[in-house]
């Protein structure tokens, strides 16, 4: 047994997170573990991996039989143990070999030596099929391809356990592939792996045993091969789940929005078209998806339109038929947009601050009474949002720093769901998010059409773009490339329109 956790308990105030959590892990072995959002999953990672000490938690941890007491993450590492955490934590001005050997910096004579950390990274990255310069700043990767360096720093420590919480949540289906392909081969190598997912798909496809926690307890541990999905949910969430996805039929309005010959330029390369005359409309009360491959300007679309690009742009933007300028974020929320970004820390989310603080950031003026905010109303509506979005804290006076991944991801909904928006762009909004909660929020946001708001939807999850939309959109390098129906869309048109055939 490479691995043993015993009795694990965590408190943290106001919140039991994990008791009595016994779990073991083989070399070799991949073990998946499995919850819905807040069941403890992260939490047991960072015991594992010293972020949460030796005595702030109870049980005990073996490795190969012996007792051991992290007090750090650098304790665990020299165990072997490295973790790949939920939330991306490198650091953005420093380059990708900097962040891969953070702390750890080969050097000859006390001076660093960045040829050898540059060749070292060169190695890491061609050994995951990956190919970008070592020296590129990793705030200008996308978060896809941070997550590809997250993974190649773990992979360099050389680790017997390795921890992915979440690592695919940001990949596409061809990255995700290479993942595996990755960490098929550790397995092999006799690496002993812990791999938290909400795509069953995935858990299903890796890993030798799964274990469900539900609120911070063990449910179920047991091989794949004796388990089903369905089995898996309902152990997750403690009932039988229904259909996942709404019956959508939604009866359109006017022109909402409309986009024509919209160009984006790179930021970098100011005569480099990222994307190539837009132009598209969406209605009142229609959802339209927008699909294509990672790199294939979705999110840049989004943010043009926003107003939140720092390159030039040029085109024409219409909100109900009245041409708009719309030159700032303000500007968007004015004209009534509201954007659900895909990534939280950097632009939806005021990590330190209590969940109500957060909700009603974008809707303060809502709240103004005189020249104070009404900070009942605001506690009162942040209740609603809590209790319809099914948001686990202990009270709107959480900070969001400390709930889990995906309890965050619904404080960013929430949050402009508040601002009353005529139309909603939605960018991978149900990344880690659970199987129970997506199916809330998927009805949230089929009601919110019926309501008479436009929705624009980003997805890289195929199933989640063919299962809401009206109509979708597809983009590949920068063009329309493919339009469908709800009735007519396939996977298998929307790959081929995705990837330009
Ligand atoms: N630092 C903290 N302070 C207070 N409560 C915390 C802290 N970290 C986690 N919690 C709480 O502990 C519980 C378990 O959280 P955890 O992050 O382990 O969930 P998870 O299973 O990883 O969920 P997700 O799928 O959303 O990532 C949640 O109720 C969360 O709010
Ligand atoms: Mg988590």
Redesign the pocket.
Known sequence: MLLRMRSITKQ????K??EDVNFDLFEGECHALV??????????M?ILSGVYPCGSYEGEIFIDGEQKCFYSVKDAEKAGIAIIF?ELSLVKELSVAENIFLGREPSRFGMINRDLMERKTQEILQDLHFSIDPRTPIGELSIGKQQIVEIAKALSKQARILLL??PTSALTESETETLFEILKKLKKRNVGMIY?S?KLEEVFSISDRITV?RD?KTVKTDLKENLTKNQVISLMVGREVESVFPKISHSFGDVALEVKNLNVYDTEAPNKRILKNISFHVCKGEILGIAGLMGAGRTELLRAIFGDWNGKVTGEIFIEGKKVTINSPLDAIRNKIAFVTEDRKRYGLVIEKSIFENTTLASLKKFAKGFVTDKIAEIKATQELMDSLKI??PSPF??V????????QKVVLGKWLLTNPKIMFLDEPTR???VGAKREFYFQIDSLAKQGRAIVLVSSELPEVLGLSDRILVLHEGRITGEFLRSEATPEKIMQAATGL
């Open positions: 943290f105030p106001g919140v997170a994990l919850g819905e959002n807040g069941a403890g999953k992260s939490t047991l960072k939920q919480d979440e938290i909400h926690l911070g686990k804290a959480a900070t720093e400390n709930l889990s991944g995906g309890n965050q880690g998010i659970d």
